[in-house]
């Protein structure tokens, strides 16, 4: 009996903290009340499309060759930080957007968060800006939305450059979302798992070179959870989850005719550098760049060396790099 009273009581406090969390939480995270803590916020533009409001960066001339940069999954611009500002100083026009659901975008219930849909946003949100052919640079998931937005409507894209790109549907085989994948117990994890800074802080040195974990302070984990801490973004992060169909990509990589620039830290264990290989033998006019002591966000561990990389590619009329030589990189050449 006594065994089966505690199992109540422990039970019942599980459920009550699950109340409490669900009641408590905030319906959205208001840009107004957040904007003095987002990096760079005096760059920051909200703008409409097809319903819903994205919000995005932008730097440099727009008179200048236009770079579009889409985050992964569960991050937002935030991540382009330093990215952003090198490129635009090295003579770019650089739009940085959050994916809707993401960030300090729109979070509607009635979007699916499927990377074809992601994708249809991200060509109507050029269209909206009058930007009718960019390079595209997409991180983790944002290279999935990126290559799905190539060979959907290659007319928007002059050259792709994917970095540590979800290129399959390998993630999905994650525990936390298998869990996710489960109806009730997704929409119960899903806040805890977003929330918990002590969460969030193991996922980041999972992420990251261990010679890169000076990143992890309280200032990176506050900016890389804000933007989700509140039901919507709840919702999105769980929903996209549940959406990810991203083996079409793998399968059609070979149809991809733009120059392509694939960058992959070397010591990824989110996404396997294997893939990186699979995606440069698939797509013909691709180079492949590996970075040593890097994790799976290379554009903040690396990004003085991602800038420069981006830049030479994007300068070179047919796409081309050099080989860099040094310990920092390896340059596949088959």
Not at 249 to 272: C, K, N, R
Not at 308 to 332: N, P, S, Y
Request: glycine share 8%; with cysteine.
């Amino acid at each position: 009996m006594k065994k089966r009273n505690l199992a109540i009581l422990v039970l019942g406090g599980i459920g009550a903290a699950v109340a409490v969390k669900m009641l408590t939480r905030a319906k959205t995270v208001v840009w107004d009340d957040v904007a003095d803590y987002v990096p760079h916020s005096d760059h920051s533009h909200f703008i409409n499309v097809e319903g819903a409001r994205l919000h995005y960066q932008e730097f440099g001339e727009r008179a200048n060759p236009t770079l579009v940069l889409i985050h992964g999954y569960t991050a937002s611009l935030f991540v382009w930080h330093k990215v952003a500002p090198q490129l635009a100083d090295a003579g770019f026009h650089v739009i940085a957007v959050d994916l809707i659901g993401f960030g300090y975008s729109e979070k509607p219930r009635w979007f699916d968060y499927s990377i074809q849909s992601q994708a249809r946003m991200v060509s109507r949100f050029m269209n909206r800006l009058g930007i009718g052919r960019a390079t595209l640079v997409g991180s983790s998931y944002g290279g999935a939305v990126a290559m799905t937005l190539c060979l959907d409507c290659p007319e928007y894209v002059e050259k792709l450059v994917l970095i540590d790109p979800v290129c399959n549907d390998e993630v999905k085989n994650h525990p936390i979302l298998r869990l996710a994948a489960i109806r009730g117990v997704g929409e119960v994890i899903t806040p805890f798992l977003v929330d918990s800074r002590a969460m969030m802080r193991r996922r980041m040195r999972a992420t990251l070179s261990p010679a890169n974990h000076h990143l992890i302070t309280s200032e990176r984990i506050s900016n890389v959870r804000r933007p989700i801490a509140a039901a919507d973004g709840h919702h999105a992060v769980l929903a996209t989850s549940r959406n990810w169909r991203a083996n079409r990509i793998e399968q059609d990589a070979h149809m991809i005719s733009q120059p392509t620039l694939i960058i992959w830290g070397e010591q990824d264990t989110v996404i396997g550098i294997h893939n990186g290989y699979n995606l440069h033998d698939s797509i013909l006019n691709s180079r492949f760049v590996i970075l040593k002591n890097c994790g799976h966000v290379p554009a903040e561990e690396k990004s003085e060396l991602v800038s420069e990389l981006v830049t030479e590619f994007c300068r070179d009329r047919k796409g081309r790099i050099g080989q860099h030589e040094g310990e920092e990189m390896t340059v596949a050449t088959s």
